[in-house]
């Protein structure tokens, strides 16, 4: 009898660890379709957008507003879904793709609503540490952290001691050709002692950032730590968006951080040649 009651209470925990698990993925591919039906919805109105923009020139103002509302909607949606389906591998990540727009409190508390297992995955601990660490703001200083340059070669930040430094995360796709060109004239109106521009490059290898550099022959100092998504760029200087912006002065104090190349908000603080 003893034998077969084991048997029975085998039997009955994987079934219920089976069920668990079909539990579990049924979610996963219910938080992936919402957020596939999410993307493509927003890519079907940005089309429709981009066509009325050059058909109606004279109404840009007013669709360039209904945009801005439209984007900003999606991306309030998208937040909701990651901290909903936070329990989901893809939901936990894309939570950590949001951690910049949802408050630290927002976020241990789903993080106390998660099993161990979520908690201590590798998006779950990023999240932890994002928490825990006070991320780069203006007038803070820049935080050294080891990285590579494309020439495989250890990055010396002292290297770059009593000299404005603009430290871009990624982006010069990003940016298009227009911003490249905003940033290549910035290189020649500015010498390299009065400005050193840093391109850190989200990437997984030296061979990948070597990539970048031959698509981006520019006259800029290049790095990675090879991290990606538990860089300390993420963590520490709070990046997600490509590229966003971080100008200090010659002390290495931030003065502009931003999202997207604001050359507006950089001439104040630098003198170009004429």
Wanted: proline letters at 3%.
């Amino acid at each position: 009898m003893r034998l077969r009651s084991l048997l029975f209470l085998w039997g009955f925990l994987g079934l219920s660890v089976g069920s668990s698990v079909a539990q579990d993925m049924e979610r996963e591919k219910e938080y992936l379709r919402k957020d596939s039906m999410l993307w493509e919805a927003y890519e079907q109105r940005h089309q429709e957008m981009a066509a009325l923009w050059d058909k109606y020139p004279e109404m840009q103002d007013s669709l360039q507003a209904a945009f801005n509302s439209f984007y900003d909607a999606t991306l309030k949606r998208n937040r909701e879904l990651a901290m909903e389906y936070a329990s989901t591998p893809s939901g936990l990540q894309r939570l950590y793709m949001c951690r910049l727009d949802i408050p630290k409190k927002v976020l241990v508390h789903i993080l106390d609503t998660l099993g161990t297992g979520m908690r201590e995955s590798f998006y779950g601990r990023n999240i932890q540490e994002h928490i825990r660490m006070r991320q780069i703001e203006e007038r803070d200083s820049l935080w050294e952290f080891p990285c590579y340059r494309d020439d495989g070669n250890i990055f010396d930040w002292h290297g770059l001691k009593g000299r404005p430094v603009l430290l871009l995360y990624g982006g010069l796709g990003c940016m298009g050709e227009d911003g490249r060109k905003e940033l290549e004239l910035l290189r020649r109106q500015i010498s390299l002692e009065d400005l050193q521009i840093v391109v850190y490059w989200p990437c997984r290898s030296l061979k990948d950032l070597q990539e970048v550099k031959k698509v981006f022959p520019f006259d800029f100092i290049f790095v990675s730590d090879f991290k990606l998504d538990d860089s300390p760029m993420k963590i520490k200087y709070g990046a997600q968006a490509t590229p966003t912006c971080f100008l200090t002065d010659e002390h290495h104090v931030v003065k502009v951080k931003c999202g997207g190349l604001r050359m507006d908000l950089f001439d104040k603080y630098i003198k170009r040649n004429e």
